[in-house]
C-alpha cells in the first residue's frame, strides 16, 4: 500500500486537510507542554504520525515523503541538540542539563528555564519523529523487498 | 569540574556516538581513530572520576540540580567508579585489538559498528552509575539493544543467536522492570537510597518479595546465570571477534553488579530480618552455576565455547560469594567482580586472535598449531592461571576470600562448589595448555606477518592488569571493604 498513490478524490482531500492541522497541532503540543500535558515526545510523535499519513495518501513521490525522506538525514541531531543543551548547564558550572547554570547572558533565571527545556523538548520531538518515520520506512521497504538506503 | 566528572564519562562516548554517522558519512576512515579517542577520553574521565571518588568520597550527582526523590541522582561511589573505570579501559583495549587482529567483518559497516560500540559503552557506565532502579533499566536496555546488534553484525549464523539473544534479553529486561514496578506500588520510590530506608522493614510484604524474584530473574538472564545462560554461548561463539571481549567482559558483570546493587545497597541495608532466604537461593544458584559451568566447559571442544562457559561458572563463583552475606563474601565477591572482567576480555582477545591468525578454533586444532609467540602465549599462561585461580593473579585472592566466606558462614557445601570449580577448571585449561605447548613443531611453522603493536599492547595491558590486581590486592580489598563497610550485613 505505503509507496504507490492513493487515486480516492475523498481520501486525497481530507488527507491535504490534516496533515498540516496535525502538524500545526503537534507544533502547539510542543510549545505548550511546558505548562500542560504535552511536550517532546507527544509532538514527535505527532509529528511523525503527519508525514506516515501524508506518505500513505500521496505515495512516495508525494512532498510529505520527500519531506520525511529528508528528515531521516537528521538522524541523531534531536538528541545532539539534547546533549548540547545539556553540556550548556555543565559549561556553565552546574550540573547536566541545569538549565539555570546555561550561560546565556541577559536572561533571567525562569526565562533559562523556559528555554532549556523548549530546546530540549524540540530535540526530543526531532528524535521521536526521526526514530517513528524511519521505522515506517524501513517496514514498508522489506515489505516490497526492494533493497537500498534511505 | 571534579563533581561533574561521571557525567561526562556519559557524555563523552554518547555525543561522539550520535556524530558517528555524520563523520563516516564524510569519509570512512574516520571512524575507527574517532571512536578510539573518543573511548580514550572516556577512560581517562573515568579513571580521575576514580581517583577523584578514593581520595574526597563518593559524589552524589544530581541531574539538573533538582534533588534526589524529585530529581534523578547518579552515584559516583568506590564501587561505581573502579567499575566505571574497568569498564573504559578494557573499551580502549578492546578497540585497539578489534582494528588489528585481522577480522574484517566490522570494516563493511563500520558507522553502525563503531556507533553501537561506543553506546554501549556509554550505557555500560550509565548502568553502573545510575543511582535509582528505573534508570538502571533504562541503561541496561543501552547496553542491551547494542549488544544484539553487534553479535549481529556478524551476519550468517550470528544472527540466529543474536535474535535468540534479543529474545531471550528483552524477557530478561521485561522481568526486571516489572521488579521494579513491584517495589514502586509498595514504596512509592525507586531512588536506591530512598528504598534502603524502606525496604527492610517491608520484607514480610509479599509485593516486595515477588519483585524481588522478578528482578532476580531478569538480571539471572542478562548475567547468564545457569539455568538462564542459553543464549550466551552462541551468541559468544558466533559474534564477531572485535566485539565479543567487549560483550563477554562487560556485559554478564554489570548486570551481576546490579544485582549485588539491589542485593546489599537495598534489600540488607539496615537492621533487617528476612533477608536469609533470598541469600540462601543466591548461595544455592551460585553453586549449580559454578559447578555445572565447569563441567560443560570440561566437555567443549570448541575454545570459544569453552571460555564462555568458564565464564558461566565464574559468574556463579561471584554469587557463592555475595550468597554468604558477610563482609568477606561481598568483598571478595566484588573484586572477583572485577578480575572476571578482565579475565573474560583476555580469554576472548586469545581466542580471536587464535582463530584469525592461527585458524584455531577447536582443541584438536590447537594440538596442531604452532603458537610461538611470547606475547599470546604469556597473556595465555596469565589468564589460565587467573581463571584456575593461582596466585599472583587476582583470580586466586579473589577465589581465596569466597572460600573464606563460605567458611565463616558455615556453609561447607559452597565451599566444597569452589573447591570443585578450581579442580574442574584447572582440569580444562590444563588440557589446552598441554596440548598448545606440545602442539606443533617449529619447523613446520609458516612465516607469519610481524603482529601489530597494538594487538601486543592490548594482550600485555590486559596480563598486566591481571597480574596488578593480584599483587596489590591488599590495598584494593581494603578499600572495597571500607567502601561497602557502611552497609550492615
Known amino acids: 500500500m505505503i509507496g504507490s498513490r492513493f487515486e480516492s478524490l475523498i481520501v486525497r482531500r481530507t488527507g491535504s486537510l490534516l496533515v498540516p492541522l496535525v502538524q500545526i497541532f503537534a507544533l502547539y503540543v510542543l510549545f505548550f507542554g511546558q505548562y500542560g500535558p504535552g511536550g517532546g515526545f507527544v509532538a514527535g510523535v505527532m509529528i511523525a504520525a503527519s508525514l506516515v499519513l501524508g506518505q500513505l495518501v500521496f505515495g512516495r513521490s508525494g512532498l510529505s515523503a520527500r519531506r520525511a525522506r529528508s528528515l531521516l538525514a537528521g538522524d541523531g541531531m534531536g538528541l545532539l541538540i539534547f546533549v548540547a543543551v545539556g553540556g550548556l548547564g555543565l559549561i556553565g558550572g552546574g550540573q547536566f542539563l541545569n538549565y539555570s547554570e546555561a550561560p546565556i547572558p541577559g536572561l533571567p533565571d525562569a526565562s533559562r528555564r523556559y528555554v532549556g527545556i523548549l530546546l530540549t523538548q524540540i530535540g526530543v520531538a526531532l528524535d521521536v519523529a526521526v526514530a517513528a518515520v524511519s521505522i515506517v520506512f524501513s517496514l514498508s521497504r522489506s515489505a516490497r523487498g526492494e533493497a537500498g538506503n534511505a | ?338 578480575n572476571d572482567a578482565v579475565m573474560q576480555c583476555a580469554l576472548f582477545v586469545l581466542a580471536g586472535l587464535a582463530v584469525h591468525r592461527y585458524g584455531v578454533r577447536t582443541l584438536d586444532d590447537a594440538g596442531r598449531a604452532a603458537i610461538r609467540s611470547p606475547w599470546v602465549m604469556g597473556t595465555f599462561v596469565v589468564a589460565a592461571l587467573g581463571m584456575v585461580g593461582l596466585p599472583p593473579t587476582g583470580g586466586f585472592f579473589g577465589k581465596l576470600r569466597i572460600l573464606l566466606a563460605a567458611l565463616e558462614a558455615g556453609n561447607p557445601l559452597a565451599a566444597g562448589a569452589v573447591i570443585v570449580t578450581t579442580l574442574v577448571t584447572l582440569g580444562y585449561f590444563a588440557r589446552l595448555l598441554e596440548r598448545l605447548v606440545r602442539g606443533g613443531s617449529a619447523e613446520s611453522e609458516p612465516e607469519r606477518a610481524k603482529m601489530p603493536w597494538t594487538l601486543r599492547a592490548a594482550m600485555a595491558a590486559l596480563a598486566a592488569a591481571m597480574l596488578a590486581l593480584g599483587i596489590w590486592n591488599d590495598p584494593i580489598l581494603e578499600a572495597l571493604t571500607t567502601a561497602t563497610g557502611g552497609l550492615a550485613i
Not at chain 2, 249 to 267: D, E, H, N, Q, S
Open chain 2, 1 to 338: 569540574m571534579i563533581e561533574q566528572l561521571p557525567a561526562l564519562v556519559f557524555a563523552v562516548p554518547l555525543t561522539t556516538a550520535i556524530c558517528m554517522p555524520v563523520a563516516g558519512h564524510v569519509r570512512k576512515s574516520v571512524c575507527r581513530p574517532l571512536a578510539l579517542a573518543s573511548a580514550s577520553a572516556m577512560a581517562v574521565l573515568s579513571v580521575a572520576s576514580l581517583w577523584a571518588v578514593v581520595s574526597h568520597g563518593s559524589v552524589r550527582y544530581s541531574f539538573s540540580g533538582w534533588a534526589p526523590p524529585i530529581g534523578i541522582e547518579w552515584l559516583a561511589d568506590p564501587v561505581a567508579a573502579v567499575m566505571a573505570a574497568g569498564v573504559s579501559v578494557l573499551g580502549v583495549l578492546c578497540l585497539l585489538y578489534g582494528g588489528a587482529v585481522g577480522d574484517r567483518t566490522h570494516d563493511r559497516h563500520p558507522v553502525p559498528y563503531y556507533t553501537m560500540v561506543l553506546l554501549l559503552l556509554a550505557g555500560l557506565s550509565g548502568a553502573v552509575y545510575a543511582g535509582d532502579l528505573f534508570n538502571i533499566f533504562v541503561f541496561l536496555e543501552v547496553v542491551s539493544l547494542s549488544a544484539y546488534a553487534l553479535v549481529a553484525v556478524q551476519g550468517g549464523r550470528a544472527l540466529v543467536s543474536a535474535f535468540r539473544y534479543l529474545l531471550m534479553g528483552t524477557l530478561g529486561t521485561a522481568f526486571y522492570l516489572l521488579g521494579v514496578g513491584y517495589f514502586y506500588a509498595a514504596t512509592g520510590a525507586l531512588n536506591i537510597a530512598d528504598l534502603a530506608q524502606q525496604v527492610p522493614g517491608l520484607l514480610g510484604s509479599k509485593a516486595v518479595m515477588a519483585g524481588l524474584i522478578f528482578m532476580l530473574v531478569g538480571l539471572a538472564i542478562k548475567m547468564a546465570l545457569m539455568p538462564l545462560h542459553g543464549w550466551l554461548p552462541d551468541a559468544y561463539g558466533d559474534g564477531p571477534t572485535a566485539a565479543v571481549p567487549l560483550l563477554a567482559g562487560l556485559v554478564t558483570k554489570v548486570a551481576l553488579l546490579i544485582w549485588v546493587r539491589i542485593l546489599f545497597w537495598v534489600m540488607a541495608a539496615g537492621e533487617s530480618q528476612g533477608t536469609a532466604g533470598i541469600f540462601m537461593l543466591v548461595s544455592s544458584l551460585g553453586m549449580l552455576a559454578s559447578v555445572a559451568g565447569a563441567c560443560i566447559a570440561l566437555r567443549q571442544r570448541n575454545l570459544k565455547r569453552m571460555f564462555a562457559y568458564g565464564g558461566i561458572s565464574h559468574i556463579g563463583l561471584v554469587m557463592i560469594g555475595i550468597g554468604q552475606a558477610n563482609q568477606t563474601g561481598l568483598t571478595g565477591a566484588v573484586y572477583y567482580l572485577l
